[in-house]
């Protein structure tokens, strides 16, 4: 069995990425574009454990980057939930074309 | 020394009244605003009495003559070294005799308004504003700075202004308001030209080093000053003939007079105020200001001022012959007055005997002060009685009004130069001044001092005379209670007396006092055509019969002409309505429609055709804005990556 070297670990994050903002610009469903969202966040934080891992092995900075992503991504998905249950309250939908009047 | 912050307190109290009236005064103050604005000016006018006695009588004499003290000069705003704005307080002769003056007549007015405005429903309103007057007046007299001199000179106009136009609802009030406010705006353009024009070529705002700048031959600023020239007339001489459209506006001189007459729309005392102590009375002030650059760099701006003095008195005096309103005779009568002191100016000399004219202008504006705001006063009290301003209304008066007829009687010797009232002392001054000087303008002043007496008796035979009174079976309220009276009284006193004051012992050109000589033999002229004006008036009015009716017949076109005051008013709107309109107002118009708004339309147009060409980015699609962001940042991370290597 091989080593899984940087590289591996980028490309997953890229595709880990595109997936994210795949799904985040093609569905209709807020909490899929949500889940979405966290896709994109999770590739960062693999892309930082890589860069820890394979150029800076001594310091572990990248590390605490990924611990408060976490952090505030959980904060982010508490306010995104409070934001879509309301939005069904007044809409009766969490269809987001149907929340095209919000830009008024 | 004097003391800076007393004096400051002269001016300071009349405009805390105009603060705490105006803000406090319809709603807490209605009753007592009439008296909180009485004692702060009875405040104001002891300690201004206080000042003239300490300048005149203790520290203001030194080395045989009386000097310039600026007890307080504060920068307020600093244009580059040496100009700047100052706000502070010049004590010389005539600021602290316009002190007395102003806080005096000031006073009487206040007190006088008691009576006669009781029951108006702005009464508050009215102390105020009178507070403001008074107020603006003062600062100008103290100015130790031409364009402090400037600022106060627009708020007497702005307060003139207001109360002339106090009785809002009428009309006319409110054109005689804008009439004096644009009359006397357009004068004061010409003033702030030559404010500039003067403190360009002096280098300095501060009246004392621009004065000694401007005067003192061979300084670099007098050089500049007489090398400059516009129209073959040096610099220095255009600033201060332009000053003096400014002084000529203020008080009424030929042709800008206009606004005088018509000012009569304000309340009765207002006018006595107008007319004595302040607004007219700045014109004069301030060429006696800066008469020493008048008379020694430029003579023939000094000779234009006499000039123009002389025509107004004898103009005004004619036209005051033939007015049946009493306050526009009376009107009339203070322009032809206030032509008297300017030409006083205008005849005089700088320094010593020479300077005559310049004390007796200013012996003049004090004695003046004191008889014309009696006749205002006085005619008050008649036109209260009778509730009209025509003589014809009148007649008869002097039994039912007798201390309004005592004082009314002194005044009118007093204007018309009979001794040894107030006003024959002053007149003889600027006569022997004009006849030193300038024989033309001694003949118009004779004459002009003949009609005056004879307006002045026609007026006073006119109210007090002519037919018996009779009651009109309304209810008989006297003369006004005692508040009323006292003014009278007071003021016909300085009416008798102030003419024993040796005025030139105080007041002269260069500060050294002038002795006053009395020549017998040169007062016997004017007298005896001041007495002949009052028997011709004795005559005519005396008791009512047709001969005043025949000379104006016999005078027919000449009586109409001056009737209608020589069609000045109908020349102006004529210049103004058919000339001004239509050569500069209506391309003003059309361009300002087509042109100026054109562009204003283009903007906005221009703008609404762009934005609503964008706006469809805003869609509300959050995808869509996340594509943008996206799109934004691939485009981003590329030239930062391939770009800026």
């Given at each position: 069995m091989m080593e899984p070297g940087l590289y591996h670990i980028l490309f997953i994050s890229a595709a880990l990425f595109f997936i994210g903002v795949y799904g985040f610009l093609t569905r209709r469903n807020l909490v899929t574009m949500l889940m979405g969202i966290e896709l994109i966040l999770n590739s960062v934080n693999l892309n930082f454990i890589a860069f820890n891992k394979y150029?800076?092995?001594?310091?572990?900075?990248?590390?605490?980057?990924?611990?408060?992503?976490?952090?505030?991504?959980?904060?982010?998905?508490?306010?995104?939930?409070?934001?879509?249950?309301?939005?069904y309250r007044s809409h009766h939908s969490i269809d987001v074309t149907n929340d095209e009047d919000l830009k008024y | 020394m004097p003391n800076a912050l007393t004096i400051s307190l002269i001016p300071l109290l009349p405009f805390a009244g105009f603060i705490l009236l105006g803000l406090f005064g319809r709603k807490y103050l209605k009753k007592s605003s009439g008296i909180i604005g009485t004692v702060l000016l009875l405040a104001s006018t002891i300690i201004a009495l206080y000042t003239a006695y300490e300048y005149f009588f203790v520290y203001g004499k030194v080395g045989g003559g009386f000097q310039k003290f600026i007890p307080l000069q504060l920068t307020w705003l600093e244009f580059s070294q040496g100009v700047s704005i100052d706000m502070g307080i010049l004590i010389d002769p005539i600021s602290v005799m316009m002190l007395v003056v102003v806080t005096f007549v000031s006073l009487m007015v206040h007190i006088y308004s008691l009576g006669y405005m009781k029951g108006e429903e702005r009464f508050p309103v009215y102390y105020s504003f009178l507070g403001l007057f008074t107020f603006s007046m003062l600062g100008l007299v103290l100015a130790c700075n031409i364009f402090?001199?400037?600022?106060?000179?627009?708020?007497?106009?702005?307060?003139?202004?207001?109360l002339i136009g106090y009785y809002y609802e009428k009309p006319s009030a409110v054109a005689a308001c804008k009439k004096a406010f644009i009359v006397t705006r357009f004068a004061d353009l010409g003033f702030l030209i030559g404010i500039l024009i003067l403190s360009f070529c002096s280098g300095t705002l501060d009246f004392t080093t621009l004065i000694q700048r401007l005067t003192t031959v061979g300084t670099s600023e007098f050089k500049t000053a007489v090398s400059y020239s516009f129209m073959g007339v040096s610099a220095v001489t255009w600033g201060a003939a332009l000053v003096f459209v400014g002084g000529a506006g203020k008080s009424a001189m030929f042709p800008l007079h206009i606004w005088l007459p018509d000012a009569m729309e304000g309340p009765t005392p207002v006018s006595a105020l107008i007319h004595a102590a302040t607004m007219v009375v700045a014109g004069v002030f301030l060429v006696a200001r800066l008469f020493p650059v008048l008379a020694l760099t430029t003579p023939h701006v000094l000779e234009i001022v006499g000039w123009v003095g002389a025509i107004s008195a004898v103009f005004a005096a004619l036209i005051a012959c033939t007015q049946t309103d009493i306050k526009r005779v009376l009107a009339y009568s203070t322009m032809s007055q206030i032509g008297y002191m300017m030409f006083a100016l205008g005849v005089s000399k700088y320094g010593g005997e020479n300077g005559l004219g310049y004390t007796a202008s200013m012996f003049h504006l004090f004695t003046h002060a004191m008889f014309k705001a009696l006749l205002f006063l006085g005619a008050g009290g008649v036109i209260h009685f009778v509730h009209s301003n025509e003589i014809k209304d009148m007649g008869g008066l002097r039994k039912v009004l007798p201390i309004t007829h005592i004082t009314f009687l002194i005044a009118c010797l007093a204007i018309s130069g009979v001794p040894p009232f107030a006003g024959f002392f002053s007149k003889e001054e600027i006569l022997l001044a004009a006849y030193q000087n300038n024989i033309g303008i001694y003949w118009i002043a004779l004459i002009t001092s003949g009609l005056t007496a004879f307006y002045m008796f026609r007026l006073y035979f006119n109210i007090f005379w002519s037919k018996p009174y009779e009651s009109h079976g309304e209810h008989h309220h006297g003369e006004g209670?005692?508040?009323?009276?006292?003014?009278?009284?007071?003021?016909?006193?300085?009416?008798?007396?102030?003419?024993?004051?040796?005025?030139?012992?105080?007041?002269?050109?260069?500060?050294?006092?002038?002795?006053?000589h009395f020549h017998l033999q040169f007062s016997i002229v004017p007298v005896?055509?001041?007495?002949?004006?009052?028997?011709?008036?004795?005559?005519?009015?005396?008791?009512?019969?047709?001969?005043?009716?025949?000379?104006?017949?016999?005078?027919?076109?000449?009586?109409?002409?001056?009737?209608?005051?020589?069609?000045?008013?109908?020349?102006y709107i004529f210049v103004t309505k058919k000339i001004l309109f239509n050569l500069i107002g209506r391309p003003a118009a059309w361009f300002d429609r087509n042109v100026v708004d054109g562009l204003v339309n283009l903007a906005g147009s221009t703008t609404q055709a762009a934005s609503e060409n964008i706006k469809k980015f805003q869609s509300g699609k959050v995808q869509q804005y996340a594509i943008y962001f996206l799109a934004g940042i691939i485009v981003l991370a590329t030239l930062f990556i391939y770009a800026w290597k």
């Open positions: 150029v800076w092995p001594a310091k572990m900075t990248g590390l605490f980057f990924v611990l408060f992503i976490i952090a505030i991504a959980a904060a982010e998905a508490a306010v995104a939930i409070a934001i879509i249950i309301n939005l | 402090q001199i400037y600022i106060f000179w627009e708020l007497v106009g702005v307060s003139s202004f207001l209670g005692f508040v009323m009276m006292l003014p009278l009284v007071l003021l016909a006193i300085g009416a008798a007396a102030a003419g024993f004051i040796p005025f030139g012992e105080y007041v002269s050109s260069d500060g050294i006092p002038l002795e006053s005896v055509l001041a007495l002949t004006g009052v028997f011709t008036a004795m005559w005519m009015y005396k008791t009512q019969n047709d001969k005043p009716a025949k000379l104006a017949t016999a005078l027919n076109g000449f009586y109409t002409a001056a009737y209608h005051k020589f069609y000045i008013d109908e020349m």
